[in-house]
């Protein structure tokens, strides 16, 4: 229990990025109980992982939001003051206009509640084939302001990705807060009521399960055809995929791991369940995660770990440069045994 004890020791300073790096670091890892993913990445052949090329870039627009979820990687909520200006976005729609880029995905906090959201999605959404908005479906009835986002995202064809911890007011108010569990299917009659989610319309809407505890998710496929019967049968919702995403062991769902004393349980699970066919596919391979300040990070985890791009990578949006961005390692450490573990996890749900 050696890390769980300091882990515990420590807990007041994991919301400081480098503490929980060294603590990641500790324990199992450090005595050689466990392999680093370093180690374990060296034992398939592969001693870094590489870029394939920039499809995506996911973009940190602030960590307001209106609610404030006990697994969320971010600590985003109502208190938080972090906001990327408009100046920050003019850099990346540069950008854009520069490279081609496939995907904007546009994530938060609350992605809706960053003052110049709305003028981005206009300017960037001639720059590329698809933008995704990462909602989660409260803020849509949070304020008359907002009642009319569903509009917005269906005039801009916006893909919307929102997040449902289960199809059930148990399950979804324990993780989100009480009340959420309604209000997110308010949230999902307003936009199937657009035509998001209904076939034909190619209005795109996606929901995210995460585990609500220290354990990995179901296989997508069943769990998705779940989802679909219960919320059609019990609330007539329709949406178009599920994507199921491990909980990665940072900020605040670290924290949980710590108070629950489910720390190095996790990170056995993490590590025994690791699948080589879901390193090819793992979403910092073609993706680069940008915060609300313009800073560039392998993956949106990274980020708030506070680990940038490595070596001669440019470090912000305003020093953008493609060939540098693909002439890089991608910077790695345990947490990353979350997105190889099972079928695999990325923001777009499973691997393999």
């Known amino acids: 229990m050696q890390a769980t004890k300091s882990l515990k020791a420590r807990k007041n300073n994991l919301s400081d990025p480098k503490e ?41 627009v602030g960590y307001i939001c209106n609610q404030t979820c006990k697994h969320c990687h971010v600590d985003a909520g109502p208190d938080r003051k972090e906001i990327m200006t408009r100046d920050t976005m003019g850099h990346i729609i540069k950008v854009l206009e520069s490279n081609k880029i496939k995907t904007l995905d546009l994530t938060g906090g609350a992605p809706e509640m960053n ?24 803020i849509i009835t949070a304020n008359k302001k907002y009642f ?26 324990r993780q989100r807060g009480e009340g959420v569990f309604q209000k997110s299917i308010d949230g999902l009659h307003m936009l199937n009521k657009v035509g998001y989610g209904v076939p034909g319309t190619g209005l795109f809407l996606d929901l995210v399960y995460n585990p609500t505890g220290a354990f990995l998710p179901a296989a997508q496929e069943s769990l998705q055809a779940e989802f ?29 791991l710590v108070a ?26 073609n993706t680069v995660s940008v915060s609300w300040t313009g800073d560039l990070f392998d993956c949106d985890f990274n980020q708030m770990l506070a680990l940038p791009l490595a070596g001669k990578a440019p470090k912000n949006i305003k020093d953008f440069d493609l060939n540098k961005v693909n002439d890089r390692n991608i910077v790695i450490n345990q947490h990353c045994y979350g997105c190889t573990a099972g079928a695999g996890s990325s923001c777009q749900g499973s691997l393999v």
């Open 228 to 256: 679909k019967k219960a919320l059609k049968e019990e609330f007539d919702i329709d949406f178009n995929h599920l994507f199921c995403i491990t909980n990665l062991p940072i900020s605040r769902f670290l924290e949980y």
């Open 115 to 138: 003052p110049d959201f709305r003028w981005f999605v206009e300017q960037a959404s001639p720059l590329v084939d698809e933008i995704i908005v990462r909602s989660n479906l409260t």
């Open 260 to 285: 629950s004393e489910n720390y190095e349980e996790y990170m056995d699970k993490l590590v025994e369940a690791f699948n080589p066919a879901a390193v090819d596919g793992v979403m910092c391979k």
């Open 20 to 60: 929980q790096i060294k603590l990641l670091s500790d324990g199992p890892f450090a005595d050689g109980e466990l392999p680093t993913f370093s180690q374990k990445l060296s034992e398939i052949g592969q001693s870094v992982l590489r870029p394939t090329g920039l499809d995506i870039l996911q973009i940190n």
């Open 148 to 173: 009319d986002l569903p509009e917005f995202f269906a005039q801009n064809k916006v893909r919307v990705v929102s997040s449902l911890p289960f199809y059930n007011a148990d399950k979804t108010d």
